[in-house]
């Protein structure tokens, strides 16, 4: 048998709120988790931390900055 059925994980524990369940009490399952898992933890890099600040960059983003304001009819 093959069905699909939600619930909620609780420690070791997958909670079911299914009556029509009750019958299969002890059979054994397979649990496939989709939404696993729920947060990706991404280590951000600080690209500030690779850059040496100078006038001569400050300037260059100014006129991007000024370049990209300035670019519609």
Do not use: C, H
């Not at 059925?5 to 299914?18: D, F, H, L, Q």
Request: hydrophobic fraction near 35%; charged fraction near 35%; charge should be negative.
């Amino acid at each position: 048998m093959l069905a699909a059925v939600k619930g909620v994980i609780k420690g070791n524990t997958v909670v079911v709120e299914n009556e029509d369940l009750q019958d299969y009490e002890g059979v054994e399952v397979v649990v496939t988790l989709l939404d696993y898992p729920r947060e990706k933890i991404k280590k951000e890099v600080d690209w500030d931390s690779f850059v040496i600040p100078s006038e001569r960059g400050q300037d260059v983003d100014g006129y991007m900055k000024e370049m990209r304001e300035n670019d519609r009819l």
